[in-house]
């Protein structure tokens, strides 16, 4: 009994040693984590988050109102979009689709507009599509750009 123990302890130890100097990590994680000399920069760095009103004149840019909902989406963008936005299944994000609403249509055409795209963004929006909606199959997200929709003028 204590030989059989002994020859399968050795067949066991070899069996060990092999498997580590076949399959062993030639570099450790730190030289792995060193070895890259550039770095991208993080996501919230490469978007360009600027305010809502900027460019206008003093009168709308320093509005109440306008500082309110300018100001509201400027420390969404910058908090917590970069947080969630990846998870929005529309081509231009809710944000940014908001704030080009706004900047078209105004104040009170464009907060409807950002309200029905609110209600539509949800898991199952790529589920829900009808035909003939505008699709991206390389980023697989749906394209709902604010130039597509069109105001009756009397």
Same mark, same amino acid.
């Given at each position: 009994?204590?030989?059989?123990?002994?020859?399968?302890?050795?067949?066991?130890?070899?069996?060990?040693?092999?498997?580590?100097?076949?399959?062993?990590?030639?570099?450790?994680? /730190?030289?792995?984590?060193?070895?890259?000399?550039?770095?991208?920069?993080?996501?919230?760095?490469?978007?360009?988050?600027?305010?809502?009103?900027?460019?206008?004149?003093?009168?709308?840019?320093?509005?109440?109102?306008?500082?309110?909902?300018?100001?509201?989406?400027?420390?969404?963008?910058?908090?917590?979009?970069?947080?969630?936005?990846?998870?929005?299944?529309?081509?231009?994000?809710?944000?940014?689709?908001?704030?080009?609403?706004?900047?078209?249509?105004?104040?009170?055409?464009?907060?409807?507009?950002?309200?029905?795209?609110? /209600?539509?963004?949800?898991?199952?929006?790529?589920?829900?599509?009808?035909?003939?909606?505008?699709?991206?199959?390389?980023?697989?997200?749906?394209?709902?750009?604010?130039?597509?929709?069109?105001?009756?003028?009397?």
């Amino acid at each position: 009994m204590q030989k059989w123990y002994r020859v399968n302890k050795i067949w066991i130890g070899l069996f060990c040693l092999i498997n580590s100097v076949l399959f062993s990590q030639t570099k450790t994680d /730190t030289d792995l984590l060193f070895e890259k000399t550039t770095f991208e920069p993080a996501f919230e760095n490469k978007r360009h988050v600027t305010y809502l009103f900027a460019g206008k004149n003093a009168f709308v840019k320093y509005n109440p109102v306008s500082l309110a909902f300018g100001g509201l989406l400027y420390v969404y963008q910058k908090t917590i979009s970069v947080q969630i936005g990846a998870a929005c299944p529309y081509e231009v994000n809710c944000s940014n689709f908001s704030k080009q609403c706004i900047q078209n249509y105004g104040i009170l055409k464009g907060i409807p507009l950002t309200a029905d795209r609110l /209600t539509r963004c949800t898991k199952l929006a790529g589920i829900d599509m009808i035909e003939g909606v505008d699709f991206n199959s390389r980023t697989h997200k749906i394209y709902d750009h604010p130039n597509d929709y069109t105001f009756k003028n009397k």
